[in-house]
């Protein structure tokens, strides 16, 4: 393979991709960010224009109803970033079905592409989620409470997920699942009556995305619908997807915070002149705008090794801890800069803030 | 197109380096940080061989920059391959690539504004640049060291602090204002050659941190240079061009001293990890970061960081490599690696315990050299102050 040229700058096609998602945002998203969270909803039809940029199904080949072009985290990355610069919630919503789609289509079985890839490769937006999380103290996707085990020919699965994003529509969740001492992927009917659905949840942030938890009680699956078939998945490949995921995520709140609050400091006029002509201000402003950059430039390296066919545990893992970090630190100084005016809901920086604390805690949200 | 897995061709630079300074730098590195002002006579062999970039070949008259002309994959512009060679050179020694015999700061300045004559006489000798006066640090625009145009000479007065490679070089590249009222439009730079009869080189620092590179006190007394030793052209530009093109010349050199940043933290990162790793953690990169040791998660963290830092720094130099603007980039990159260089040093110490205390180990040296990162060449606050300014589209009126 010819070797790609080391570069910083985004091509003709990622730039437009960029563009395009930047001003659908701006369109879509505009000013009803404050109304999704405080109505704790997304409308529908915000969820279907994103749908319609036809990014999540475009990788998937035309034999299973996509477009069957090129598959890049790199641009992935990119879209998340724009999106969640517009909203967190529809970031995360308007992409789930890759959360479930990307992982069959590059670790499933045969048979599990053809059976699952069509049924949400739509015109229409369809949900389908991913069950990762789990309600407790020292979670860790590595070494998961949730088991499933063998019996002839199915797996049961028990066990508590939370924060599973839009489970009440989805039609089919991926879960994670310990099958003897190896993190796995099932495929799951949300019909199965071996799941039950909670109360939707309420959590600190990204109100408008609706999550549940969700039990499972001896919820028996087909050997056919663990991930992979017999084998099992790579595990370790899906989590340095998501990570990556994240970051881009992390990325563009923290994004829309620097913006947000270095705007806002060239208005504001205290003692006489704008707080930003204030270093106190102006450097936190600073700061501010390095360390978005830099987290962006993590989780382009991430990506860019993943796009390389390379293993990216080391990067899609210090990418994730950085913006994690990074997302709480830039987020709290978007506040700050407000002060009491960023605590009250009328600006979005409060929002931002508690949307941010995500990055860090939550896993599998986003994919690239 | 995006793509920051580094080129082959930018791994063969980083591991051809990194022996050069596993061999040449690191053995020696005590050796001078113990006998501050000896000048480390190993480093004459680097007289034949290029790091610090440099050899730039004067741009002819009236010829523009190619805005199209990309490095091709195979190819590595002269920017990024410095920084990656500087990182390497730090993570042997940073006193000592400092140090490195003409490859002064001023070097940079000569090659990038001198006359063809200038090139003539002056491209081979050491370089050394003497802006900074007692009275005049981060405001370089106030110094007050003047030149004095008398028949075809240029009379210099005043005093030179903090110069590297003060004792080292064989011409000091000296700014002076010959214009006081003309404010930063009258600040030239003189090239003064160190045996002009007025120009003595006072005395030399002793320092917290790269001690094997000489920091000196120069006094310019009626010293007197050819009217040719004006570093580039003599008029004193209507604004504050020619003041700004000296400044551009930062936009260049700032990713460098950000690279230094690197390669010492680097140094210190390496040194905690084998550490880290003989007694017997594993770093596996896959935990939930709440269910490993706060040591682990420190380091981690110490790592992320470090990669943002170069990563900072490779797109400052890549821009300059592909004649884009980067005067928000490179000071971004300063910033960040000033700073975090600092605090990736100390930390490390921290976790490293007692071996982090102890002369035994470079650990405590990397901690004290690391710190003049965040100080010269526009110390972190100038730097937040350059971002700032950029970020909020302010004037230095609007944001002092
Ligand atoms: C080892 C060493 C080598 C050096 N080599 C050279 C060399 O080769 N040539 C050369 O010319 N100089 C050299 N310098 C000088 C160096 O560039 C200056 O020390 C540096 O620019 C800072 O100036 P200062 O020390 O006078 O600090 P000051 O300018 O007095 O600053 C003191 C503090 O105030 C802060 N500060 C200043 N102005 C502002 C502002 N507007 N807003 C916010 N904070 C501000 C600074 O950030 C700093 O923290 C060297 C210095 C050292 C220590």
Redesign the interface.
């Known amino acids: 393979m010819?070797?790609?040229?080391?570069?910083?700058?985004?091509?003709e096609?990622?730039r437009t991709m960029k563009e395009t998602v930047a001003r659908l945002i701006k369109d879509v998203v505009a000013d009803n960010a404050h109304d999704m969270d405080e109505k704790k909803a997304i409308p529908a039809d915000f969820i279907q224009k994103v749908w319609e940029l036809g990014a999540t199904i475009s990788v998937i080949p035309e034999d299973f109803g996509g477009y069957g072009m090129d598959y890049s985290p790199?641009m992935n990355a990119?879209i998340l970033e724009e999106l969640a610069y517009g909203d967190m919630a529809l970031a995360v919503a308007s992409t789930l079905p890759s959360m479930f789609l990307y992982p069959i289509l590059e670790m499933g079985t045969d048979d599990q592409k053809k059976k699952y890839l069509p049924l949400y490769c739509d015109a229409t937006f369809k949900p389908c989620t991913i069950a990762i999380n789990e309600p407790r103290f020292?979670?860790?996707?590595?070494?998961m409470e949730t088991k499933a085990e063998k019996k002839g020919g199915s797996y049961v699965i028990n066990g508590k997920k939370c924060f599973v994003p839009m489970a009440k529509d989805a039609g089919h969740m991926l879960v994670a699942a310990d099958v003897s001492g190896k993190p796995s992927l099932f495929i799951v009917a949300k019909d199965n009556p071996g799941v039950k659905l909670g109360e939707r949840e309420k959590n600190l942030g990204i109100y408008a995305l609706e999550s549940y938890p969700v039990t499972f009680e001896n919820c028996e699956v087909p050997a056919a619908d663990m991930l992979g078939g017999d084998n099992g998945c790579n595990f370790?490949a899906f989590l340095q997807k998501t990570r990556t995921g994240l970051c881009a995520i992390g990325t563009g709140v923290s994004r829309a915070s620097f913006e947000y609050a270095?705007d806002y400091?060239?208005e504001r006029v205290q003692f006489g002149e704008?707080i930003?002509?204030r270093?106190s201000v102006?450097?936190m402003?600073?700061?501010m705008?390095?360390?978005v950059?830099?987290?962006r430039?993590?989780t382009?390296?991430a990506?860019?090794?993943l796009?390389?066919g390379?293993d990216a545990?080391?990067?899609s893992?210090?990418?994730k801890?950085?913006a994690?970090?990074m997302t709480m630190k830039i987020t709290d100084y978007g506040v700050q800069v407000l002060g009491g005016h960023g605590y009250v809901r009328d600006h979005p920086v409060e929002r931002f803030y508690r949307n941010g604390r995500g990055i860090?805690i939550l896993?599998g949200m986003a994919t690239v | 197109m995006i793509n920051l897995v580094p080129s082959q061709k930018m791994n063969e630079v980083k591991a051809s380096i990194n022996n050069l300074a596993k061999g040449m730098l690191r053995p020696i590195a005590r050796k001078y940080d113990e006998n501050e002002h000896e000048y480390p006579k190993e480093l004459d062999m680097f007289r034949s061989i290029k790091i610090m970039g440099g050899g730039k070949k004067k741009k002819k008259e009236g010829e523009e920059p190619k805005k199209d002309e990309k490095p091709a994959a195979k190819k590595l512009g002269t920017n990024l391959s410095t920084v990656i060679s500087i990182e390497e050179m730090c993570w042997g020694d940073a006193g000592l690539l400092l140090s490195l015999p003409n490859a002064g700061l001023g070097n940079a300045a000569i090659a990038a504004v001198a006359t063809e004559e200038q090139h003539e006489r002056f491209g081979n000798k050491w370089a050394a640049m003497a802006i900074t006066e007692p009275g005049s640090g981060s405001d370089s625009g106030s110094i007050t060291a003047t030149a004095v145009l008398d028949g075809d000479e240029w009379v210099l007065n005043g005093e030179k602090i903090f110069v590297t490679c003060a004792d080292r070089c064989d011409v000091v590249v000296v700014w002076a204002t010959i214009d006081k009222k003309a404010g930063k439009a009258g600040i030239k730079s003189f090239i003064v050659e160190k045996d002009r009869e007025g120009f003595k080189l006072e005395k030399l620092e002793h320092k917290l941190g790269i001690r094997a590179s000489d920091t000196g006190t120069f006094v310019l007394s009626d010293c007197r240079i050819p009217k040719n030793n004006l570093l580039g052209s003599a008029e004193v530009k209507s604004a504050t061009e020619g003041f700004k093109g000296v400044m551009k010349t930062f936009d260049n050199t700032r990713p460098l001293v950000a690279s230094m940043a690197l390669g010492i933290a680097r140094a210190a990162i390496d040194f905690t990890r084998e550490k880290i790793e003989e007694s017997g953690i594993k770093l596996d990169y896959t935990k939930n970061p709440n269910n490993i040791s706060s040591l682990e998660k420190e380091f981690y963290l110490l790592e992320a960081n470090l990669d943002a830092m170069r990563l900072l720094t490779w797109r400052a130099a890549w821009m300059a490599d592909n004649q884009e603007f980067n005067n928000l980039e490179a000071s971004m990159s300063k910033a960040k690696a000033g700073r975090y260089g600092t605090l990736i040093t100390q930390k490390c110490c921290e976790l490293l315990g007692p071996l982090g205390f102890t002369q035994e180990y470079l650990a405590e040296k990397w901690m004290r050299d690391s710190k003049i990162m965040d100080i010269f060449e526009g110390t972190g606050q100038i730097q937040h102050l350059i971002v700032a300014r950029n970020v909020l589209e302010f004037s230095s009126k609007q944001l002092r």
């Open positions: 010819e070797e790609r040229e080391f570069s910083f700058g985004l091509s096609e990622q790199i990119i020292r979670f860790d996707p590595v070494s370790e270095r400091s060239k704008p930003a002509s270093q102006a450097f402003i600073a700061e705008a390095y360390e950059d830099g987290m430039l993590l382009w390296k990506a860019s090794m796009e390389a390379m545990k080391r990067e893992y210090l990418a801890l950085f994690g970090d860090a896993e």
